[in-house]
């Protein structure tokens, strides 16, 4: 079974440019979730899809972050513009329904370590 | 709000020692409670998990965590660590309406020869 890909694997910016990410969840998983993990920090929720609609967002920062899910398959998160602050490894991760029960696993990819300079 | 504190930031421990990692909860309702491992330029691997019924959970690579609701927590433990158990572990509870995962802050683990 593939796992959760993800791309870029590294990227380096400069502060107030944009970027964007890549995310291709497992085949057949309704749900999907980009984490974002700052060094020495557990991973946080940014944004929770299920198919191609919103479930949570509450901690994005809309005023510079966007995701989308276009056709309830792969997703794309950007920043823009990119802050210092957000130097982080951005993990996607995929499950079948996304709501736990005993046969409800999440998947992660490996991230996108992102360097802002 | 539901939160997870893992006291401990950075543990280590001889090679053939056993190993224990303190977790604390605080959620209203009977959690769902989960143990990962991170190690450098992997992604996230699950230990084990808890949602309900034997608080003490055995899980992969030897691991096992025990629920004790009275005391709010979920600590994982090894009876005998090996060198390839050096890694980040992390602790998340999860609402069980939803999928999401809410993590603590880490415990890094060392493991000396």
């Known amino acids: 079974e593939a796992g959760v890909a993800q791309s870029p694997r590294y990227k380096i910016i400069e502060k107030r440019q944009s970027v964007a990410f890549w995310c291709n969840p497992i085949?057949?998983?309704?749900?999907l979730y980009w984490y974002q993990q700052i060094l020495g920090q557990g991973p946080k929720l940014l944004i929770q899809?299920?198919?191609?609609?919103?479930?949570?967002d509450s901690q994005l920062p809309k005023d510079r972050f966007s995701a989308e899910r276009l056709k309830g398959v792969d997703s794309t998160l950007k920043i823009q513009p990119a802050k210092l602050e957000d130097s982080a490894v951005y993990l996607c991760?995929?499950?079948?329904?996304?709501?736990?029960?005993?046969?409800?696993?999440?998947?992660f990819g490996s991230g996108t370590q992102l360097s802002v300079l | 709000a539901q939160s997870v504190t893992q006291p401990d930031i950075h543990i280590t421990v001889s090679e053939g020692a056993s190993l224990e990692l303190r977790c604390n909860y605080s959620?209203?309702?009977?959690?769902?409670l989960f143990w990962y491992v991170q190690s450098p330029g992997q992604g996230l691997q699950l230990l084990l998990k808890?949602?309900?019924?034997?608080?003490l959970v055995q899980g992969i690579k030897g691991f096992e965590a025990e629920f004790k609701r009275s005391q709010s927590s979920f600590n994982l433990r090894k009876p005998s660590v090996h060198w390839s158990d050096a890694a980040e572990y992390f602790c998340?509870?999860?609402?069980?309406?939803?999928?999401?995962?809410?993590f603590g802050q880490g415990t890094t683990l060392q493991v000396k020869p």
């Open positions: 991760a995929s499950s079948l329904e996304g709501r736990w029960g005993f046969n409800e696993k999440l998947f």
């Open positions: 998340a509870v999860a609402p069980s309406n939803t999928g999401k995962l809410i």
């Open positions: 899809f299920q198919n191609n609609g919103v479930v949570d």
């Open positions: 808890y949602f309900s019924g034997d608080t």
């Open positions: 085949s057949g998983h309704a749900t």
């Open positions: 959620y209203g309702a009977t959690p769902y």
